[in-house]
């Protein structure tokens, strides 16, 4: 009888133990206010794709250096973005962050994704930064042996996956691309202390 009677109040303090472990992973998610200010620094703007943007739902692949527009942010448990394309439709590309989601994380993974100045004004700005030849060369997506490595990035935007080794003083990277499309087939730049030394596509 006296351990029914204890029963109850242990289970009341599971539950309440419990529900306050789910509201502290919940809570150090973006506040809301934070959801509004990233809702109104990009929803409605023009940009342009640094990397392929997926469908969630496998329905179509925008490529790279396409204008889009940003329709909305799903800045909860399956961080997404979504924007309509050059055809009008909608498409809902996941940025899978880890939890707990933060507006630092949030809109690092926009920059990695978009652009947000017109192709001329990058174009200018690449030439002040890294002269006529590499300027061209990102504006086509081009790369060339001994381009430096933001200027790479700039160009084929970024990569997958990134594989270093630090080889007697000298740091050798792998970058990696993956297509949905082909998913045999990937491209790769290698780079040697931060210039680019060879690439495959």
């Known amino acids: 009888m006296n351990g029914k009677k204890y029963m109850l109040p242990a289970l009341c303090m599971l539950l309440l133990v419990s529900g306050c472990g789910a509201y502290k992973t919940v809570d150090k998610d973006i506040p809301i206010e934070e959801m509004d200010g990233l809702n109104e620094k990009y929803v409605g703007r023009t940009a342009w794709t640094r990397a392929l943007v997926v469908d969630i739902k496998q329905t179509g692949i925008i490529d790279r250096g396409t204008a889009v527009e940003i329709v909305e942010l799903d800045l909860h448990w399956g961080t997404a973005v979504g924007v309509r ?115 495959e596509e």
């Open 85 to 199: 394309g050059p055809n009008k439709r909608k498409y809902r590309h996941a940025l899978n962050l880890d939890r707990p989601v933060t507006s630092e994380a949030f809109e690092e993974a926009m920059d990695k994704l978009f652009w947000f100045d017109k192709p001329d004004k990058r174009y200018r700005m690449n030439l002040r930064e890294y002269g006529k030849r590499t300027a061209r060369a990102v504006r086509d997506n081009e790369l060339f042996k001994g381009m430096q490595r933001e200027a790479a990035i700039e160009s084929w935007g970024w990569p997958d996956e990134m594989l270093s080794n630090d080889i007697g003083n000298v740091l050798a990277e792998q970058w990696i691309y993956r297509d949905p499309r082909q998913r045999t087939k990937k491209s790769y730049i290698w780079l040697i202390d931060g210039i680019v030394d060879k690439w």
